[in-house]
């Protein structure tokens, strides 16, 4: 147990649906966040939030919107994905977005659109 | 940016033996942590190390930041050590964890 949760755990979605995927810290931490893992790639960097507010966004199509409401939770609707987004979605919290940080993951979200 | 390469790609262990991980970075890094991804996707830090070398239990890793590079040591492997670990140093000028491809440990009985 990281201290970071993730739901759900797996999803399939088509084209043409919407859906939200979740993220909760109880580590007490300022910084969380989203990673996208593809088969055979490293892990991409894809938002980072600190104190509630974006400081990084990855070229990462629209079609990805993150939110997050207060320092715990993180979330990122999904809407009319393509095939190739799917992929495992991690979320990461730490202390802060700066330099000298641990990051700690959670479970990840398996996706997969049809 | 950075690049990390670790090698090897895949490994291949009897219950028992011993092996070395290899990170390589091609720029200077505030820190570096190792994970292991088990084959349900989960990440679990394994160590935070951004020079010298740290033990926990059969693990250790060394980092080497002026040679731009860590090793992390697994001893008497278990089956439960499976799955895929993770380098991830922190670049200087970003602040942000870089992870290399991975190494894909399998460990039978």
């Known amino acids: 147990e990281t201290g970071v949760t993730q739901t759900p755990r797996h999803l399939v979605m088509g084209m043409t649906n919407k859906k939200s995927l979740k993220c909760e810290q109880h580590l007490g931490h300022n910084a969380m966040y989203w990673y996208k893992q593809s088969a055979k790639k490293p892990l991409e960097l894809m938002f980072v939030y600190s104190l509630e507010e974006r400081v990084e966004n990855n070229s990462v199509p629209s079609r990805f919107s993150p939110e997050c409401p207060n320092s715990s939770h993180l979330f990122l609707h999904l809407h009319t994905l393509q095939p190739e987004d799917s992929a495992l979605y991690l979320c990461?919290?730490?202390?802060?977005?700066?330099?000298?940080?641990?990051?700690?993951f959670g479970a990840g979200t398996r996706l997969s659109v049809l | 940016g950075i690049q990390v390469e670790q090698s090897p790609p895949d490994l291949i262990l009897q219950e028992g033996a011993n092996s070395t991980l290899r990170c390589n970075f091609s720029?200077?890094?505030?820190?570096l942590q190792w994970f292991h991804q088990n084959p349900w996707g989960q990440l679990i830090n394994l160590f935070y190390i951004p020079s010298g070398t740290k033990q926990n239990g059969r693990l250790s890793a060394t980092t080497v930041a002026t040679e731009r590079y860590s090793l992390l040591y697994i001893s008497s492997s278990q089956t439960t050590d499976s799955g895929v670990y993770f380098c991830a140093p922190e670049s200087y000028n970003t602040d942000k964890l870089i992870f290399g491809t991975g190494t894909r440990l399998q460990v039978f009985p």
């Open positions: 720029d200077s890094v505030n820190n």
């Open positions: 990461a919290s730490s202390q802060d977005f700066r330099r000298k940080n641990i990051q700690y």
